[in-house]
């Protein structure tokens, strides 16, 4: 299995990027898809999550209203775009593949990409 992140960058406050994750090596349609963010001296934090069909979505609650993840199955691909970008969002991007445990906000996913960077600037 691999997640491979793109899309992240150096953006000014107020701006905009637009993440891409795809996947290979899974039956991406039937899995669960999240994306998480750590910064640095930070613990991992829940970004968002979509379901299998892309019906359902969930956000933490420090992206809500700014942040949207979508998912095209033909491509094996989930995205979030980002809107109205905070220095405070700056962190590694991770994607995450088939989740087994817990709720929709927490972790407990099998696979995991590896990473891409966002910096907002002030």
């Known amino acids: 299995v691999q997640l491979q992140a793109s899309g992240g960058g150096l953006v000014q406050a107020g701006g905009s990027l637009r993440l891409s994750c795809a996947a290979s090596?899974?039956?991406?349609?039937?899995?669960?898809m999240g994306w998480f963010r750590q910064a640095p001296g930070k613990e991992q934090e829940f970004v968002a999550a979509?379901?299998?069909?892309?019906?359902?979505?969930y956000y933490g609650d420090s992206v809500k209203g700014r942040f949207t993840i979508s998912r095209d199955n033909a491509k094996n691909t989930v995205y979030v775009q980002m809107n109205s970008l905070k220095p405070e969002d700056t962190a590694v991007y991770y994607c995450?593949?088939?989740?087994?445990?817990?709720?929709?906000?927490?972790?407990?996913?099998?696979?995991w990409g590896q990473g891409t960077q966002v910096t907002v600037s002030s």
């Open positions: 995450a593949a088939d989740k087994y445990r817990g709720s929709w906000y927490q972790s407990g996913y099998n696979y």
């Open positions: 979509i379901s299998r069909s892309g019906g359902s979505t």
């Open positions: 090596g899974l039956p991406f349609s039937s899995v669960v």
